[in-house]
C-alpha cells in the first residue's frame, strides 16, 4: 500500500512539475550556455491544452485543501529542473508557498518575486540566517562597470569616464596590493570615477577608496568585527551573488549593490555554479529591486541592452574593455549603452 501512494505521488509530482516546467522554462534562457532567446517568452503566452490547464487547476485545489506538502515537493522538483542548486530550489518552492499563502490562491504562471515571500522562507531554511545589519552607503546608479587588473587600467578608465571601476588585484605580494590599491585611489582623484577594491576591505579603508567589493567566500571568512569596521568607515560595500540563496545571505548584510551573475559562460574565473541566464536575471533583479544592482559575467556589447532590460541598472564588463584593440574609445561607446 506504501508503495501504491509513493508510486501516486511521484506521478502527481511529475505531471504538475511537466506543466510547470513548460510554462517557467524561460528561466533556463542561456543559464547552460545556449543560445540567447531574446525577448524572452511570457508564461501567460504559452499555449497549453486541455489535460495542462486540469493540472494547473488541481494544483490550485491541493492549495485550497490544504495538500500543500505535494504542492511544494513539485515546485522544488520544478525548480531542479530548472537547474537551480538545492537550497534555492528548496527556497523557491516555500516562497512560492509563502506568496500562495499571501494572495489566498496558486498561481502557477506566477514565479515568487515578493521579498517578504523569501525572507520568511529564508529563515525556515536556515539555522542560523545571522543578524541584519545596518544598510551601508547607498550606492547610486553605478552604470558601466569595468573590473580591472591594476592601477595603471584604473587609471586609463577614469581618464575615459568610465562611471565605476573595481581593482582586482591578483597577488600574493602584500607590499605589491597595497601599492597598487593607494595607486588607484590616486588614479581617481579629480575624476568622477567610483573606485571599488575587490577583497582587501582593510587596505580599502586606509587607502580611502569609495567602496569595497566581497565575494561569498569573503563573507563567510568576515568576522564580526570586520563587518563592524566596514560599516563604520562609510565604505560603499557591494556583494556577489550567484542565486537565490547567497542573495538572501547578502540581504542580511544591507550591501550597498549586488552584483548578480554570473550572466553568460566567462572564462575568467572558476564558478561553481552554472550561468545564471537572462531570464534568471529578470527575477533576481525583480527581486531585489530595492538595491542597486550591477548583471556581471560574460556580457558584452550585444548583450548590455539585454541585461539592462532586466532592470538592473549596471553592467560589469573585463574583456569587453581590456580585451578591445582601443579599450579608452570602447568604454566609451559602451557607455552610450547606458
Known sequence: MNNIKASSTSHQVLAWGTVLFKLHRALLTSAQGEGVTWPLPDPLGTPLSPPELLQIQEMKEAFKSQDRALLESTLEYVARALAFEALDAQLIARSWINQSNRESEFNAFKWPSHLADFESAWQTLVSNSGSVWEPSAGSPNLGLYAVLPNSQWVERMAQAGVPTVQLRFKSNDTKAIEREIH??????????????????WLLAIEAGAHGVHLGQEDLEALEIQGMEHIKRSGLLLGLSTHGYSEMMNAHRFRPSYMALGAVFPTTLKQMKTLPQGLGRLHQYANLMQSYSL?????????????????????????????????PEKEAKRLMKLF
Open 183 to 200: 595607486a588607484s585611489v590616486r588614479a581617481v582623484q579629480g575624476t568622477a570615477t567610483r573606485l571599488f577594491i575587490n577583497d582587501h
Open 294 to 326: 550591477v548583471g556581471i559575467g560574460g556580457i558584452d556589447e550585444h548583450t548590455i541592452p539585454m541585461a539592462l532590460a532586466s532592470g538592473v541598472g549596471s553592467v560589469a564588463v573585463v574583456r569587453a574593455i581590456t580585451g578591445a584593440p582601443e
